[in-house]
């Protein structure tokens, strides 16, 4: 990819009112625009970014069985009449609630269980058609009264949801731990440390959840959690009486972090409320034992940049990059440098490696060096009169620079 042709270009200043380090850096660096608050533009960067997110989600996901759909956005109210959340004064915080002219009501998804469970209504289904777990990426709607933590906190945000149905509450449970684990591997090949947390169910349901939560400073949340892995809770649920772990006795402590998933068991209260059953055995209606499932690919993204950043820009996990190679030509004016340039950006792509070349001539080297270090590609290679037949290689995360030829290159990334 030609970064002449690339948009936008960086900017040099912070956006106004911007507080979070993710909203700095990836406006500045041409990742996402903000339309107002709580709402993104997922800009070509950006974008590259999510999708590399996405598809660690669908790789372990598809291992666990579960089949990718797409669901409506806007749902009319009759379905969620039916599971007595549109009246639920909770839910109506945050649900977006919409009239058309002929006066119908609907309201924009904020989740998709009632949603999945009308699906699910419409195929008279037997013991023998379960489990079914299917998932989605779709955007989510939520009125968000504080919006504040950049692209961590969206009024409109992507989230991944997936939703699964049993024959009875120990194949729910088996399949919950299945994807609990199945999170646990999607973190880590992101390059997050996470930590599971108990958490209540908020207006999805009374039974514990457990939540996925990145320590940080910028984060929202507040855990208390034993330093010995055995004991974590969020501050909603948590009794402040509790001042020594229940497992090790250890001290327990707090600390700043961000939810980036959460899992719900849900039970069978949907399937009792919206009246949906699988017919068992005897062939007798029985209530479907339900789950679902989160994680907000968006929310993802900022977090990544809250970790991984230095005061000159983010610094990308290999595994999520837009481009694993920033490639910077310099004196580009001189035909035989220009064309070694050329050259080494034509071979990157035949061994398939993603390279973004900066091949502007009219920038500065200390422009395009700071560009570099604001975008965060994992690897910088310049190419410049000063280099003669090597290529100056430099990794995003390390100080030092090495001299290279292009098959040492090739090894190292
Ligand atoms: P929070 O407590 O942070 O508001 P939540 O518990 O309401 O989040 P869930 O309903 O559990 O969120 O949604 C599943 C996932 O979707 C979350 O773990 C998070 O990654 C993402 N998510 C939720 N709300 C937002 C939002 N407003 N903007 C971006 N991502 C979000
Ligand atoms: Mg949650």
Redesign the pocket.
């Known amino acids: 990819m030609l970064y002449s042709n690339y948009f936008p270009k960086t900017q040099k200043q912070d956006p106004t009112s911007a507080e979070a380090v993710n909203h700095k850096y990836l406006v500045r660096a041409g990742f996402i625009d903000q339309l107002m608050s ?1 709402s993104w533009t997922l800009l070509p960067f950006g974008q590259r970014v999510i999708q590399k997110i996405n598809q660690i989600i669908r790789e372990e996901l598809n291992q666990t069985g579960a089949l990718e759909m797409a669901l409506p956005l806007l749902h009319p109210k009759e379905i969620w009449a039916r599971s007595g959340r549109w009246d639920d004064l909770k839910v109506d915080e945050i649900m977006y609630k919409l009239k058309d002219k002929n006066d119908r009501e609907y309201c924009l998804s904020f ?1 998709h269980e009632e949603i999945v469970m009308d699906l699910l209504g419409k195929h008279n289904l037997s013991y023998k058609d379960l489990p079914i777990k299917l998932y989605q990426f779709s955007t ?1 709607f ?1 009125n ?1 009264l504080r ?1 504040k933590s950049g ?5 409109e ?3 991944k ?1 997936l939703y699964s149905a049993h024959t009875s509450e120990e194949d729910m449970l088996k399949y919950y731990e299945e994807v609990k684990k199945s999170y646990l591997e999607i973190f880590k090949r992101i390059g997050l440390d996470v930590y599971v947390v108990e958490a209540a169910g ?1 207006v ?1 349901t009374d039974r514990n959840t457990h ?2 939560q990145v320590f940080n400073p910028a984060g ?2 507040t855990i208390y959690y034993c330093e010995n892995g055995d004991f974590a809770e969020n501050e909603e649920i948590y009794d402040p009486k509790l001042t020594k772990c229940p497992v090790c006795g250890a001290e327990i402590k707090t600390i700043k972090s ?5 899992i719900f068991p849900l039970g069978t209260k949907y399937s009792q409320k919206m009246e949906v059953y699988y017919k068992d055995e005897n062939g007798e209606n029985q209530p479907i034992w339900f789950a679902s499932y ?3 690919p ?3 993204m900022g977090i990544l940049v809250e970790v991984f950043h230095d005061d000159k820009g983010i610094i990308w996990p290999e595994a999520v990059a837009p481009f694993k190679v920033h490639l910077v030509g310099l004196d580009l004016a001189d035909q035989a440098i220009k064309s070694k340039v050329e050259k080494t950006y034509k071979l990157l792509q035949v061994e398939g490696i993603e390279v973004l070349y900066d091949d502007r001539q009219d920038i500065s080297p200390g422009e395009k060096f700071a560009d570099a270090d604001l975008i965060g590609l994992p690897y910088r290679v310049v190419i410049s009169k000063r280099t003669g037949d090597k290529l100056e290689v430099k990794r995003r995360d390390k100080k030092d620079t090495e001299f290279l030829n292009f098959e040492q290159l090739l090894k190292r990334i």
Do not use: C, Q, S
């Not at 961000?258 to 959460?262: A, Q």
């Open positions: 709580g989740t989510k939520r968000e919006a692209i961590m906190r969206g009024r945000f992507l989230m949801d908020g999805f939540e996925f929202e949340d961000t939810e980036v998933g959460n989160g994680i907000g968006t929310r993802v």
